[in-house]
């Protein structure tokens, strides 16, 4: 029996994990369980899943789970230290990062210390610390596996291979429901046009990310980090069937693909499961059913943010900090539909340019560079406002 604490538990992956331990009720168990503001959907979680531990973001949320808690005899508690007390709970083998943001970073390296397996859905925390997460997992011996589909697929495909067999990785993205708009029509995408995915159900800052190719420079930073390749080893392609999750080259020429279909309980199930297998949870493949594969270059002109995100990768430091940081600014402000689709680059781009870059050795560095940032975006993000 494997212990799972999830963090993130009311959203999309989150929910995908709980029905992958449905699946598998005699390997998994769920002993925390961690969620931002809805109450209400953690109390039906408790009830079911009878977690030790749950936490809220707020104190005020708290009371909603009372009832649910003392039927459970669950612990119930909030704020950054709730979220670090369920990551790190004495009875959890693995956690799932699967909150959105970043506010899991500190709890993600609380259970580093502590000794879990971390199962790694969140892409902000290794984008804004990846150096401080993967040399705490080294030190600590602690395995990170990614539940990011295309870096699972990438840690299907490498299989322990030597990194000197590796010459490429190769990151497959939809391509955005934008992927055949032109220039000047996205100028006048809404939150609706871009939340309407061609092939994930996802949560909602993903989703805009996705439509921005942003989601996909994360991508590439995350897989930087996870698999300790450089930007320019590292490749996107636009596949919009998403039925090839990711590729690996290797140096004789043979190029390595996972393949499955469009559901992140498959990914979730690997990385609780690794190194078994276990019975899918999920429909398999039908190959003869699916439409002809097809696979092209990104455009960078049309979707600047995958080129922000190499040069930030480029940049090194800090400017990590910064691009995701106005990047979580830019895309809240697009949600709310007070910025225009492309002017989430624009805050990005003038973020960065006005970013003063530092090496991120603490996690005090790297929250004061997030800080600087978010206030930056937030003042761009108005500017931008009233000239559109
Ligand atoms: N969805 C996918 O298919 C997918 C695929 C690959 C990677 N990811 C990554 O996985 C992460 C989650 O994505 P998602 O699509 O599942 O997002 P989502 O549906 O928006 O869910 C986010 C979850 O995080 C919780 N949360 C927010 N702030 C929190 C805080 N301060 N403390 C604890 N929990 C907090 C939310 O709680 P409440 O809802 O209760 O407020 C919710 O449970 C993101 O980093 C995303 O990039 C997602």
Redesign the pocket.
């Known amino acids: 029996m494997k212990r799972l604490a999830i963090?993130?538990?009311?959203?999309?992956?989150?929910r995908s994990a709980l029905a992958v331990v449905d699946a598998h009720p005699t390997r998994l168990s769920v002993v925390g369980l961690?969620?931002?503001?809805?109450a209400e959907?953690?109390a039906a979680q408790i009830v079911r899943y009878r977690p030790s531990i749950a936490?809220l973001?707020s104190d005020d949320d708290l009371p909603a789970l009372r009832e649910a808690a003392s039927k459970a005899a669950t612990i119930t508690t909030s704020g950054p230290d709730g979220?670090i007390a369920v990551a790190t709970h004495p009875d959890v083998d693995i956690v799932l990062c699967?909150?959105?943001?970043t506010?899991?970073l500190e709890a993600v390296l609380a259970a580093i210390a502590a000794g879990k397996r971390i199962a790694l859905?969140?892409?902000?925390v290794l984008v804004m610390a990846g150096a401080l997460v993967t040399k705490a997992a080294r030190a600590r011996g602690v395995p990170l596996l990614p539940?990011?589909?295309e870096h699972n697929a990438i840690h299907q495909c490498l299989h322990g291979r030597p990194p000197d067999q590796v010459t490429r990785l190769i990151l497959t993205a939809s391509g955005s429901p934008f992927r055949t708009w032109p220039a000047a029509k996205l100028e006048h995408a809404t939150p609706e046009d871009a939340l309407r995915h061609p092939t994930?159900q996802?949560?909602?800052?993903?989703t805009i990310d996705s439509a921005t190719l942003m989601n996909k420079g994360l991508e590439v930073i995350e897989a930087h980090w996870l698999f300790d390749v450089p930007a320019d080893r590292i490749e996107v392609l636009i596949h919009p069937q998403s039925i090839v999750h990711s590729m690996v080259e290797l140096k004789d020429g043979s190029t390595i693909a996972q393949l499955g279909v469009t559901d992140?309980r498959l990914p979730i199930q690997y990385a609780f499961s690794y190194p078994d297998r276990w019975d899918a949870a999920t429909p398999t493949l039908d190959l003869t059913r699916s439409a002809a594969l097809e696979f092209a270059s990104p455009d960078l002109d049309r979707f600047p943010c995958l080129r922000l995100a190499y040069q930030a990768l480029n940049v090194g430091g800090t400017m990590m900090v910064a691009l995701n940081a106005a990047n979580e600014v830019a895309v809240d402000a697009f949600l709310a539909g007070r910025l225009p689709f492309p002017a989430i680059s624009r805050v990005i781009d003038g973020t960065m340019a006005a970013h003063d870059v530092q090496d991120p050795a603490t996690v005090e560095i790297v929250r004061a560079a997030d800080q600087w940032a978010r206030e930056h975006a937030r003042t761009l993000a108005g500017e931008l406002e009233l000239k559109v």
Do not use: F, P, Q, Y
């Open positions: 963090l993130g538990s009311t959203g999309s992956i989150g961690a969620a931002g503001r809805r959907d953690l936490a973001t979220l699967a909150s959105s943001g506010a899991a859905a969140n892409k902000e539940v990011d589909s994930w996802m949560g909602r800052k993903i992140m």
